[in-house]
């Protein structure tokens, strides 16, 4: 029989194929001996069997069953016992990295009966929040039930109950809470909650295998030439619970600054909170910085494995962590996408630290991490003329560099329509966005959102992408229902042209006046350019029709030029008259000719009388074909002595003279 369920034990990094990148992570660490909680994967092979016929593979339930068995005798828990219940999550994991593309299930085992098991054991405002947070996310992901049904009755018991956060709610609010959830999803689903464990977590694989070909999925898959037919693992893990506390929390950490590529841990930390409400970016997380602070020993901790993580993989690393009454758990680790300045900055520096050669350093910087270090910015006049004019609008986080300008929509369905269909720059406004807002961001010139910080799903998918991004912007306020959003009294609807410093978390209304980089200030991406001219085996040759493209070129280290399109050099503001004159000249010069050829033939037929008038009209005709031709042949010469000039300029500055 085909095995189709692997432990974390008997994976490895380089099972990617089988266990997803995110299995093989897990196996990973745990093999290293870090403190991850137990699990199993079940294999991509398994999901494609399920896409193929709608059901799991023959024995693949068996399998689920006696792993669970192990991880319960690992955990000390049982799987739905009522006094002492194990929960566990599933959660998704491709071969590639699709970060938010598919579906996590979390706080499965829980019912009416596990629910005051958990709250005698733990405690209660814990036991009956995560309840709370199962019954909404099996709806949403494995029921379809819309996810705005939940969060308006959340919002309206935190109102009620005068609570800024989810976590200002105490035990009574969260039970009315549950008992409101389980009659929603009765009306929704038709049918009760379902309170058997092993229900819940057969059908939340199914959702997380099907969600490979859910919309985002596969538009993010189309988008990234991401193959459609690998398929997705599901990883089943005994759940730690960042909720339990203040002692208790969640957080996303890279080994490296995703901004700048410095070394140094960088991410955030959202205490008494679940791995979700990081990436949702529905509070406002710490940064991972005010942990050495506020818990030195858990900074301290997590620093150690990102830095014993980053030299076993020999790449920075994308890790989610949990903390469980002061205790750290480990729940992913994966090769980090950082965009162009930074990811370039980290392969040199790994290599002046011994970890990576040259050539290894060389393949981690993409093309397309040149041509964004190459892209025009905001000219740092016009922004501040921009202020001096009132158009600044707010500063939010520095979320993915670049500069964007475009149209403002709310909805990423119109995003998608304009910025793919339209061909149109738009600048995707959202509150926050999630997973089912990726094919508005894909098309989008750059996103701008309200709430979030440097891991929420906005940072996380357009720094991946190179698209612009300012997140976490608290100042402005975004009503979808008026399609606008206020900052004091300014408003910027649907339509107006909106500009975004992905670099500074700067936001301007209007267009600002962007200038080409300086790439005498790219010491960084010169310096590995300089390496691949070591290694190199073809030259690179430019197209350069003035002067001032080869001194372009040669800045950015061509070693000649291939291709020189004299017809542009006739293009100029200076040259373009006398182009248009020479033109004008032809027809006329074969014009005034045809006159002169008709009027020889009269001559030959003509009186003596008449021929001495038509001998001065012939003179006159004369003299004006002379004149055209010494201005078509004079522009001409002209346009030849500054086409000259300019290849002998192209010349000189190849030849570095």
Excluded at 36 to 53: D, E, L, Q, S, Y
Excluded at 145 to 173: I, M, Q, S, Y
Excluded at 568 to 580: A, G, K, N, Q, S
Aim: net charge negative; aromatic share 6%; charged share 30%.
């Amino acid at each position: 029989m085909a095995k189709h369920v692997y432990p974390f034990e008997e994976g490895t990094a380089s099972m990617r194929d089988l266990l997803g990148g995110k299995g093989a992570g897990l196996a990973e660490m745990t093999r290293l001996g870090l403190p991850v909680p137990p699990g199993f994967t079940i294999t991509t092979k398994a999901c494609n069997v399920f896409t193929r016929t709608g059901r799991f593979p023959p024995g693949m339930w068996k399998q689920v069953e006696e792993a669970l068995s192990a991880v319960e005798a690992k955990g000390g828990r049982k799987f739905g016992d009522p006094e002492h219940p194990l929960l566990v999550s599933v959660r998704s994991g491709a071969k590639l990295s699709m970060p938010g593309m598919m579906d996590t299930v979390l706080n499965l085992g829980l019912n009416d009966t596990t629910v005051e098991a958990l709250a005698r054991t733990a405690n209660e405002r814990f036991a009956w929040d995560a309840y709370r947070r199962l019954i909404a996310m099996f709806g949403r992901i494995v029921k379809d039930v819309d996810a705005r049904r939940f969060e308006t009755t959340l919002e309206r018991h935190k109102e009620k109950a005068a609570a800024k956060k989810d976590t200002d709610l105490g035990a009574p609010e969260l039970k009315a809470i549950v008992a409101e959830f389980k009659a929603l999803y009765r009306q929704e689903v038709g049918e009760d909650f379902p309170q058997d464990p092993m229900h819940q977590l057969r059908e939340s694989v199914g959702a997380v295998f099907r969600s490979w070909n859910g919309k985002r999925a596969v538009d993010y898959r189309t988008f990234n030439k991401i193959p459609h037919h690998l398929g997705t693992a599901a990883n089943v893990q005994m759940m730690v619970f960042g909720n339990m506390g203040s002692d208790s929390g969640t957080g996303v950490a890279f080994t490296r600054n995703q901004v700048t590529g410095a070394k140094e841990l960088y991410g955030e930390y959202l205490p008494n909170a679940q791995g979700e409400d990081v990436v949702a970016g529905t509070r406002t997380p710490l940064k991972i910085a005010e942990l050495r602070e506020d818990a030195p020993e858990l900074y301290s901790d997590l620093a150690q494995v990102a830095d014993r993580l980053e030299k076993h993989f020999r790449e920075a690393q994308d890790i989610e962590f949990t903390v469980e009454q002061g205790t750290l758990w480990m729940l992913q680790t994966r090769a980090a996408k950082p965009p162009a300045r930074a990811t370039v900055r980290i392969a040199l520096d790994m290599v002046r630290e011994g970890l990576i050669t040259k050539d290894e350093a060389l393949l981690r910087v993409e093309p397309d991490h040149v041509i964004h270090l190459l892209l025009p910015q905001f000219d740092d006049k016009a922004k501040l003329e921009a202020k001096r004019s009132g158009r600044f609008l707010a500063r939010g986080l520095n979320a993915s560099p670049g500069a964007a300008m475009g149209t403002v929509v709310f909805d990423p369905d119109e995003a998608e329509k304009l910025g793919r269909d339209e061909r149109k720059p738009v600048i995707l406004v959202r509150v926050e966005t999630s997973p089912d807002d990726v094919h508005g961001v894909l098309h989008s010139k750059g996103v701008l959102t309200a709430r979030g910080g440097a891991t929420s799903h906005a940072a996380v998918v357009t720094r991946g992408l190179g698209i612009p991004c300012v997140a976490g912007c608290e100042d402005i306020q975004v009503d979808y229902d008026a399609a606008e959003f206020r900052v004091g009294d300014k408003v910027v609807r649907r339509g107006d042209t909106l500009s975004i410093d992905g670099g500074t978390g700067e936001v301007f209304a209007g267009s600002i006046r962007t200038i080409e980089p300086d790439f005498d200030r790219e010491v960084d991406l010169q310096n590995l350019l300089a390496w691949a001219d070591e290694v190199r085996s073809l030259q690179v040759w430019a197209n350069a029709d003035y002067p001032r493209d080869a001194v372009r070129a040669r800045k950015f280290g061509a070693q000649g030029v291939g291709l020189d399109r004299t017809e542009h050099m006739f293009m100029e503001t200076d040259r373009l008259p006398i182009v248009h004159e020479m033109i004008l000249a032809a027809p006329e010069y074969r014009k005034v000719k045809r006159q002169r050829e008709t009027l020889a033939k009269q001559m030959e037929a003509a009186t003596n009388d008449r021929r001495q008038d038509l001998e001065g009209q012939l003179a006159e005709l004369d003299s004006r074909l002379e004149d055209l031709s010494r201005r078509y042949i004079g522009s001409l010469e002209h346009l030849g002595r500054m086409q000259r000039e300019d290849f002998v300029g192209i010349l000189r500055e190849m030849a570095g003279l």
